[in-house]
């Protein structure tokens, strides 16, 4: 978004409505923010009223440059819907403390009052699929991606309904009926919204279809059809990649890249990608934090071990977990319990310092399974 969205000139018309923020949730000084504004999905944008310092307006993952302009259309000017805008207000509220069971009812009934043409229908749809999705509910969730899909299908928001369609028919109970007609049926709509070339999509959310593709290919055992989802999920990425403009551009497909080439099987091939990148951005931990993880898996250890010191040097906040995991992952495949063991150790001393907001009870509780320690009792462990 921030390399290839928020640079497009036709924004700058909203810059005297909104003071604008950019919240890096894994810096300490900024774990406060992160408890008051909970974050589940990133990127998360929220649209905060500067006088009650609550959520008005909550969008969860990519957007477009025309999708982003109707939300700050929307939240200049609110309640214009007013058939919908009781509930809608409820639903958003809720959504926006993270209730997102509690926030399904109304978005139903706004979704089901809202006319479709409305600029906050698509906005709803999406926000109802997620609460689902989060909640749970995969079923409701097909149907709601179905239902709204025809007046939302020449809009760049037919890629969330038709990725979140088949994600949630994957995820009904394999003995559901007419499980496999809802998976071939969303399969089918995701290779067209991938192929209709007036939708303009954003690259995550291209990526995210290619990725559901090729969950789906792989939840029907169809090996050959998943290797040729992944290779046309390298070659569209490849492509962006190739078009990019900015180094930024160029790093921030990084961790789809990844994601498709691991899918495709050619996990090698990330290694010369993420060296320009660390090139690029000698001070950011995740080209090494990446390239670490791609020597584990090839078995690489020793290299694996030289680019998780350097990205354990420039990691900050909980992301720093993830690469306490890969190392001793690495420590593991050395032989060297060891080092493994003291590694885990650090990290659990590590997540258990870390502030309200930052802090994971889950994590904590992971790491101590793995070392065998008996967690205290009260909310802070021992």
């Not at 000139?9 to 992160?34: M, R």
């Not at 190739?242 to 789809?256: G, M, R, V």
């Not at 080439?261 to 990148?277: D, H, N, T, W």
Request: charged share 25%; hydrophobic share 45%; proline share 6%.
């Amino acid at each position: 978004m921030r390399a290839f969205v928020f640079t497009d000139k036709a924004l700058s018309k909203h810059a005297g409505q909104f003071v604008w923020l950019s919240i890096d949730t894994e810096k300490a000084q900024n774990a406060a923010f992160v408890k008051k504004y909970p974050i589940r999905a990133w990127p998360s944008m929220y649209v905060i009223d500067p006088v009650s310092e609550k959520i008005t307006l909550r969008w969860v993952g990519g957007a477009t440059v025309a999708e982003l302009d109707k939300l700050f259309v929307e939240a200049s000017r609110p309640g214009k819907d007013a058939v919908a805008s009781a509930a809608l207000k409820r639903a958003d509220a809720l959504y926006a403390d993270g209730k997102y069971r509690e926030s399904i009812a109304p978005y139903q009934e706004a979704v089901a009052s809202l006319p479709k043409t409305s600029p906050s229908y698509a906005r709803a749809v999406e926000a109802l699929l997620f609460a689902l999705s989060a909640s749970d509910e995969p079923a409701p969730c097909v149907t709601v991606a179905r239902s709204a899909l025809p007046a939302l299908r020449a809009t760049p928001a037919a890629a969330v309904l038709a990725g979140s369609g088949l994600d949630c028919a994957l995820g009904l109970p394999a003995e559901a009926p007419g499980r496999a007609a809802s998976v071939a049926e969303f399969e089918r709509v995701s290779r067209e919204v991938l192929a209709d070339p007036k939708l303009h999509l954003v690259a995550d959310d291209r990526s995210a279809l290619y990725n559901s593709l090729f969950d789906a290919r792989k939840d029907a055992r169809d090996e050959t059809g998943a290797h040729e989802v992944a290779l046309a999920w390298v070659a569209d990425l490849d492509a962006t990649a190739a078009a990019a403009k900015t180094p930024e551009q160029f790093t921030a497909l990084d961790p789809d890249r990844y994601s498709a080439y691991q899918a495709a099987g050619e996990i090698e091939k990330v290694i010369p990608m993420l060296e320009q990148s660390e090139k690029d951005f000698p001070n950011d931990y995740n080209p090494p934090a990446r390239l670490a993880s791609a020597y584990l898996k090839l078995k690489r250890y020793d290299q694996a071990l030289a680019c998780s010191d350097r990205a354990l040097a420039r990691v900050y906040g909980p992301r720093k977990l993830r690469l306490y995991a890969v190392r001793i992952d690495i420590y593991r495949g050395m032989g060297d319990e060891a080092n493994a063991e003291k590694t885990a150790r650090e990290a659990l001393a590590f997540a258990e310092a870390l502030p309200p907001g930052q802090r994971s009870e889950s994590a904590i509780a992971s790491l101590q399974k793995q070392l065998g320690v008996e967690a205290a009792s009260g909310p802070c462990g021992h």
